[in-house]
């Protein structure tokens, strides 16, 4: 057991490194990159399209879509007005810092502002692999249900904002959004909570203007 | 990278023999087992419950709970009514067969005709690992959306059946069950499929007739 564990642990070493170097490099061509997770249909692809619609004239956006399999996401990005490199993991279950190193070799990062990364959709894995972005952000739904904080807490714990998704559901489902919310107020303390509806539009503009905030450090 | 590949078959083969003793142990008790899967959310638990509560007075029931950290869902188990085992992962994304035979350990198998075992909430690594169970069952979700069998095509391809739950949101959620269907149809062509709401119970009783004509097989 020892060995398996002494390999995951160079594994993420050799990642760190990697992503180390993604950062300098974003810093260096004045990117600012957030990292999307989220389970499954949490509504990230949702998010990433509103987003790139709402700021697309203020800074420019790019994507990097990451999925198993397909390049759906990709192309619903594109049609949006965007770059877009899509990442096929082949099966795997996370992104990882490799992986965003070679997206960034297909973009030209003068020309950017703004780098949204979408994980592959796994509520447990990619938050063991930093990319190297600035800050991540985790897409929760309210069909997810109120418990999600407490049973994922290493993606609860390590992202640096949130987003609740699909607010428009919540007269037809128990979701006790005090429960949910003490549950990620115990694991990270302070984390922005952007209760969104991508459907009904709800709550977007905040989120909008936490975005434009961030940016504030590269445009500056 | 062909040095990572081997280090993978490896881990997986020794799973795989692990996962043939189990199937021995449950076959050589007479417990027939099933192995359920699922994105975070997707109502596991809830199907479980329901599962218990109707099929208990039957067949003698145990439930084996995979869970990152907490024991939340072993206590809405037990609280149906039957024998629950938890297995805290501690992280990791998956179940595999070696934490199976642990779970086994703890069981009276000769006082069980069904074992029900709850994965960890992942639509991705639980697909690569064995357990030795007789068959998987996929629990999807409306909410998700209706592209999740072309974009995790490995887990939709691994499954003898799957569960869509939450049809009571089908009004309000643009959900195209023939598009669904036909990615479900192209992955896995005849798997049975189940739409049911545990909120409403819609659909419950059909699923349950699948579970005890399975249960057949043992009982013989």
Redesign the interface.
């Known amino acids: 057991m020892s060995r398996?564990i002494s390999?995951i642990e160079n594994i993420l070493d050799a990642n760190d490194q990697i992503a180390a170097s993604n950062r300098a490099r974003l810093d260096a061509a004045g990117v600012y990159a957030l990292n999307f997770m989220a389970?499954?249909?949490a509504g990230k692809t949702s998010l990433i399209e509103k987003t790139v619609a709402a700021l697309k004239s203020k800074f420019r956006i790019a994507v990097v879509e990451g999925?198993?399999?397909?390049s759906?996401?990709a192309e619903r990005v594109e049609a949006a007005g965007v770059q877009a490199v899509q990442i096929n993991t082949g099966?795997?279950?996370h992104l990882d810092a490799v992986m965003l190193q070679q997206a960034l070799d297909h973009l030209d990062l003068e020309a950017i502002d703004l780098l949204i990364v979408e994980n592959?959709?796994?509520?447990?894995?990619p938050s063991n692999f930093k990319l190297g972005t600035h800050k991540s952000v985790l897409v929760a739904?309210v069909?997810?249900?109120d418990?999600?904080p407490?049973?994922?807490?290493?993606m609860y714990r390590g992202v640096d904002a949130m987003v609740l998704n699909?607010t428009?559901?919540l007269p037809?489902?128990n979701f006790r959004l005090d429960y949910f919310q003490r549950g990620v107020e115990a694991l990270n303390p302070g984390c922005v909570l952007f209760p969104i509806s991508c459907y009904t539009e709800e709550g977007l503009p905040e989120w909008f203007d936490w975005v434009s905030s961030q940016m504030a450090s590269v445009l500056a």
């Open positions: 398996t390999v389970s499954p249909g999925d198993l399999a397909t759906l996401d099966g795997g279950c592959v959709g796994n509520l447990v894995c739904s069909p997810e249900g418990d999600k407490y049973k994922y807490p290493s699909k428009d559901l037809y489902i």
